[in-house]
């Protein structure tokens, strides 16, 4: 309650003379983005409004809390007349704290879906905490529909009230997002362009094979087999004698294509065919990818997943 | 001729000595991708080892004109026996300079496709010079096909030997390699994910969709009209009041959806209907890009692409 109980000590004046360069400097933040903007701030602003300075660390600890916009209501109802200013600069830094400072992450997601199984992935390699949301596809949520308005899919990520979509722009805006710890992308650029063209591959080309796998029999399943070996073939090639695609630790290309060892099984029942004796090399890669708790707690329980497209079986019509 | 010439200049016994440090300082260079790699060089080097110091400015004035590779062949041709460790060094030194230094960028393309366009446009902001090579898609080339063994498809990007694939991937990298002018993703990790789920978008939904619109009559294409501008007002929405996508500069999803702008013409000679009529917003965004010269230079003439239009309609039976 600490911006409550200190505002009483905080000069109007000094607020009302700052007001001006404050906005300015919140548009400069919000132009240039500076990534560590509490210490631009103070060092432009700790000198000229002390004031403004501990309103910042007020504001700060009550975003971590998540009641900073609470809190500031209440306050305004509280407040009269020429607090007004005031309040305008009170939204100016909890917007700014709220959007830059405080982490609230949910994740829309299904359980069995390799795609939201990606965004669990990178979040656990990055240490986020969040929020898992499931959703029933049935029965579409308001939220979901509000925070995914052009495709209303999982996984659906939500940052401080802002979505992002589509499972390799997650990933991508988790590896940007939280920088500093377990780099997903390569830092050189081909390096980047090879991982981002072979996580496409696996967009393009495994789910829709996969899928005719469980979806179809006869010769359209045979050909369906044929198309995801020469598929993984191609995945064998690009691993190489490296542990993972990202070298020697966990990168984006693993994070996009590990979610599918949990289909695996379901594949290899519905088509009766072993993809370790196909494709061994791959599935040594997958089980050192399970190694990792990153992993092994994002991925469903093969035989779940299985059940569960038994059951998508009956649905489609397939048995 | 500088290589061959102070050839015998060089002391081999310095060559020798320096050989097991130089490689390491080779793979710590590949290791950390150094990005001015020869001030590397030259503050661990130059000092220790002078000659070699030499080797790297002969190396490097080679590189750039494109001949080092061959001039290297002859000198080892013209060599023998205790050179075989110099050769090794050479090896280095050449793999090294080819692949940092020198800028050999050649785009595999055919002038109407709105892929290709994407990557014309992008080297033009960046101003980087390169070799067109138009394909024929009918009869693809052992360099395409050797090129992009995964889709053998235009555009492909050749950067010092190596491909990169896919048109949004091509662009990425042209932004990530050719950092310093005229970025087009925008820096924050958030804005970043917005505009790579809107090129992704477009590549999602407006080639397969336009298509549609000249390749199919009656209802099919009444619905291929109403499904386009549904997609034109996302776009619009998400353009906002900005002069660009980009913002105040042309961006990443700019460069992805300009290109369709010059088939333009064709959706609305094949559909008969006006998309200045339905997203006013759109044409004079599009207008607007078209006043900068990377655009204006890339784009083709709308009627060279109708008439080609019309030429696919009737190898495809529409006509």
Redesign the interface.
């Known amino acids: 309650m600490h911006l409550l109980t200190t505002n009483s000590e905080i000069s109007l004046s000094i607020f009302q003379e700052s007001l001006t360069g404050w906005c300015d400097v919140v548009e400069d933040i919000e132009r240039n983005?500076h990534e560590n903007a509490i210490w631009y701030l103070i060092a432009h602003w700790a000198v000229r409004a002390q004031h403004i300075f501990h309103l910042f660390i007020s504001a700060t600890s009550f975003c971590k809390d998540r009641y900073a916009i609470k809190i500031s209501t209440l306050h305004y109802q509280e407040n009269s007349h020429s607090e007004r200013r005031e309040r305008t600069i009170c939204d100016s830094v909890l917007l700014f704290f709220t959007a830059t400072m405080a982490d609230e992450v949910t994740l829309l997601d299904f359980w069995a879906s390799p795609f939201g199984i990606r965004v669990r992935i990178a979040l656990a390699e990055k240490g986020v905490k969040y929020e898992y949301s499931e959703q029933n596809l049935r029965d579409k949520s308001a939220l979901l529909l509000q925070m995914n308005p052009?495709y209303k899919k999982i996984p659906t990520l939500i940052?401080n009230g802002?979505s992002?979509?589509?499972s390799l722009?997650?990933v991508?805006?988790v590896d940007?997002?939280w920088k500093g710890k377990a780099p997903l992308l390569p830092?050189?650029?081909?390096q980047?362009?090879?991982s981002?063209?072979w996580a496409?591959?696996i967009d393009k080309k495994v789910f829709e094979i996969t899928k005719k796998i469980w979806t179809t029999k006869g010769e359209e399943l045979e050909g369906a087999k044929k198309d995801f070996i020469e598929c993984l073939k191609?995945l064998e090639g690009e691993l190489g004698d490296k542990p993972y695609y990202g070298g020697e630790n966990l990168g984006y290309v693993d994070v996009a294509f590990v979610p599918f060892y949990c289909w695996f099984y379901a594949y290899e029942t519905c088509g009766s065919f072993s993809i370790e004796a196909e494709c061994p090399k791959i599935i040594a890669w997958a089980k050192r990818c399970m190694q990792k708790e990153s992993v092994s707690r994002s991925l469903e329980d093969p035989k779940k997943v299985y059940e569960f497209v038994l059951e998508l079986r009956k649905r489609f019509g397939v048995d």
Chains 1, 2 share one sequence.
Request: charged fraction near 30%.
């Open positions: 983005k052009v940052h802002r992002v979509c589509e722009i997650i991508q805006y940007d997002a830092s050189d650029p081909y980047r362009a090879q981002r063209f496409d591959f191609l």
